[in-house]
């Protein structure tokens, strides 16, 4: 088991897309996301995303729990955008964006 203090790195790709970008809250999440069926149980959300699909020019940033699982996606225009339009519910805890390196 991780210690709530270390970094998790993503795996290399995301629901099929590729990770550009990343990052990780740390001990506690960069905010919470509602479930839609139940608006009193919520998701915590410790890891943001930056991904493209290879067949494709948008930009998707991915909000993804503690074990790096998807729970939501945004398209953006640049990666640029995806890393500036944060939503407020994930601003508890300032996202630090660190490169994915390749992994070949």
């Known amino acids: 088991m991780q210690n709530d203090n270390e970094i998790c790195e993503p795996p290399d790709e995301l629901d099929g897309a590729k990770v550009i970008k990343w990052a990780w809250s740390g001990d506690k999440p960069f905010g919470f996301m509602r ?4 608006l009193n149980e919520s998701i915590e959300i410790y890891g943001l995303a930056i991904c493209q699909y290879d067949d494709s020019q948008t930009i998707y940033r991915f909000s993804c729990d503690k074990d790096w699982e998807v729970q939501n996606d945004s398209p953006h225009d640049s990666i640029d955008d995806a890393e500036r339009q944060i939503p407020d519910q994930y601003k508890l805890v300032t996202a630090k ?3 994915k390196e390749d992994s070949e």
């Open 35 to 38: 479930y839609q069926d139940d």
């Open 97 to 99: 964006w660190r490169i």
